[in-house]
Structures are given as structure tokens and as C-alpha cells.
């Protein structure tokens, strides 16, 4: 128990502060953090899915959640997981939530049949740029190959 | 687009994904990637089927 417990906060003293920056890259901009290490592949394949998954989303008619509830009945609560989950996707939450995009729930939307579609992609485009946020710390940190 | 379509097309992303993060080499993130689209797939459809004869 001591020896792994010596073992990881050898690891967290071993993780260099490129490893922050590129982990921060890739949640801000899906893709951005394995593209600045060169990992061409790698990049194409997690950047174009959350970033597919995104405008699918969207497409779907999907919406965003932010963290405070936006009509009246709503618990702030309930909409703190969808909010955390969307919020994975980083720059693009940040670029909707700061021009208002996407946050309402429009009638016309919520009548689509693709209306929940849309709100799962967008949910899992968030929660899959976190593993890959985790994947560019890792490599940086030199704890991937 | 059909609902099987939809799903078959999050599945695929997401197995992409899990491939890549979790497997070191090529083949083993190719057959990881394939595994977990095929999980997602099927248990959709034996949900999908499960749903169907209950009287919802």
C-alpha cells in the first residue's frame, strides 16, 4: 500500500508541466493536444470523433446544458451531469455558451424524432474528449508509448 | 436515417475511441475498437427486442 502510494506520487512529481499544457490543448481543442505531439493518427481519429459527434449532435437537433437552470422547475442539480458531460467538448461548449448557441430547449427541436439522439451524441462527444484530454496527458507525461 | 443506423454510427465512434485510448498496439486497439462496437450493437438490439413484447 505505502510502496504504490510512494509509486504514484512518483509519478505525479514525474508528470512535466508540458504534460498540463497538452492535457489542457486537447480538452480545449478536441484533437489539439495529440496534433501538437505529433501524433497524427491518433488525433484524426479522437479530434474527428468528438468533433463529428458534435455536429451531429447539432444536426440531430440536440441541445447544450448549462449550469444554471434556465427555466422555471428546473433544479440546478439535474442539470449539473448533461452540463459536465457537454462541457467535455471544451472550446466548442465554450464558443456556443458564450454566443448563446444551442442552450435553448426550442419546441420545434424537442418535436424532432432525433431530438434525444442529438443530446446523447453531444453528452458522449464531451465525455469521450475527456478520455482524450487523459490519453494527451498521459503520452506528454511519458506514461504512454 | 434509421434508429439502427444512428446507433450503429455512435457505436462506431465510441468503439474508435475506446480502441485508441485504452490498447497500445494497432491490432489490439483495432480488435478492442471492433469488440466494443460489436457490444454496443448487440446489446442494443437485445433491448430493442427485449422493449418490444413489453406492454409499454
Known sequence: ?145 | MTHLLVMMLFAAFVGAVMGVVSRETRQEQFRYGLKVFGEFVAIGLLLAWGLYFLPL
Not at chain 1, 508528470?15 to 486537447?26: D, F
Not at chain 1, 501538437?36 to 451531429?56: D, T
Request: charged share 15%; with cysteine.
Open chain 1, 1 to 145: 500500500m505505502a510502496n504504490r502510494e510512494k509509486e504514484e506520487k512518483g509519478r505525479e512529481a514525474a508528470a512535466p508541466g508540458n504534460a498540463w499544457i497538452m492535457g489542457a490543448l486537447a480538452w480545449l481543442v478536441p484533437g489539439a493536444g495529440h496534433l501538437f505531439q505529433g501524433r497524427w493518427g491518433r488525433a484524426l481519429l479522437l479530434g474527428g470523433a468528438v468533433w463529428l459527434m458534435f455536429i451531429i449532435g447539432v444536426l440531430f437537433g440536440g441541445h447544450l446544458f448549462g449550469f444554471t437552470a434556465r427555466e422555471a422547475g428546473t433544479s440546478p442539480l439535474l442539470q449539473a451531469a448533461p452540463a459536465i458531460a457537454n462541457l467535455g467538448t471544451g472550446g466548442l461548449y465554450l464558443f456556443c455558451s458564450l454566443l448563446g448557441l444551442n442552450f435553448a430547449e426550442l419546441p420545434e427541436q424537442m418535436s424532432r424524432a432525433t431530438f434525444e439522439y442529438g443530446n446523447t451524441f453531444l453528452w458522449v462527444a464531451g465525455l469521450l474528449n475527456y478520455l482524450a484530454m487523459l490519453d494527451a496527458f498521459d503520452i506528454a507525461a511519458g506514461r504512454k508509448s
